[in-house]
């Protein structure tokens, strides 16, 4: 099976403007999660999407937003981006095995913003 | 709320030295642990999980054991190799369907030299 891809993997932006990430799952994974890795922050929780709907959301403002298609592919949205957001965004997908989850992560989609 | 405590190094070894790293956690339920391993430009990879107390994860030579009486989960390999230089991260999961995201422990940068 083909493991987690994002796209891009590599974005530059300027102060003010707004990005688009996408995450598409491994075949069969309805979950998407998503993280914010950062040196002084480390790994964060963004959001996670389940057939369509947000489950749950991490302590982040809403400028940043996602959503998920019936494809299970998913999208995270931010607006006017500021410098704090430079950082690695990494998508996960996850599957239930006897009650519990499993994530597995994607490369990542490394932002900077100037 | 939930929290993951690991050595942040970094952790400097030879190679075929015996590695311990560290990890105590913090939950109210009774999560699912996790290690991921991170190599320098990539996402997580995930290296050994374990769901219940007492059971023991393993994966290419690295091994950790659940234990809830001391909340820990130490990874350790009995002879490193350059190739295992990375950041390891130790993370919970403390819903069993995975919408509360992934609790991260900051992260241990191993170096292995020859």
């Known amino acids: 099976k083909a493991g987690v891809t994002q796209t891009p993997r590599y974005l530059i932006k300027t102060r003010g403007q707004q990005v688009t990430l996408s995450c598409s799952p491994i075949?069969?994974?309805?979950?998407v999660s998503w993280y914010q890795q950062t040196p002084g922050q480390g790994l964060q929780f963004l959001f996670e999407y389940f057939s369509e709907t947000q489950r749950n959301k991490g302590n982040f403002p809403g400028r940043f937003s996602g959503r998920q298609f019936s494809n299970s592919r998913s999208e995270m949205n931010v607006s006017t981006l500021e410098l704090g957001d430079s950082a690695l965004y990494l998508c996960?997908?996850?599957?239930?095995?006897?009650?519990?989850?499993?994530?597995?992560f994607g490369p990542g989609t490394r932002l900077t913003v100037l | 709320g939930d929290s993951v405590t690991q050595m942040e190094g970094p952790v400097t070894l030879s190679e075929e030295a015996f590695l311990t790293i560290n990890c105590t956690y913090t939950?109210?339920?009774?999560?699912?642990l996790f290690w991921y391993v991170q190599y320098p430009g990539e996402g997580l990879q995930l290296l050994l999980k374990a769901t219940k107390a007492d059971d023991k994860g393993s994966n290419k030579g690295f091994e950790a054991t659940y234990r809830k009486e001391t909340t820990s989960f130490h990874l350790e390999k009995g002879s490193v190799q350059v190739s295992d230089s990375a950041v390891y991260f130790c993370a919970l999961s403390d819903s069993g369907g995975g919408a509360d995201g992934l609790t991260f422990g900051k992260g241990t940068h191993l170096i292995i030299q020859p």
């Open positions: 939950a109210t339920g009774y999560p699912s």
């Open positions: 075949s069969g994974h309805r979950s």
């Open positions: 996960a997908s996850s599957f239930r095995d006897r009650g519990k989850d499993t994530q597995y």
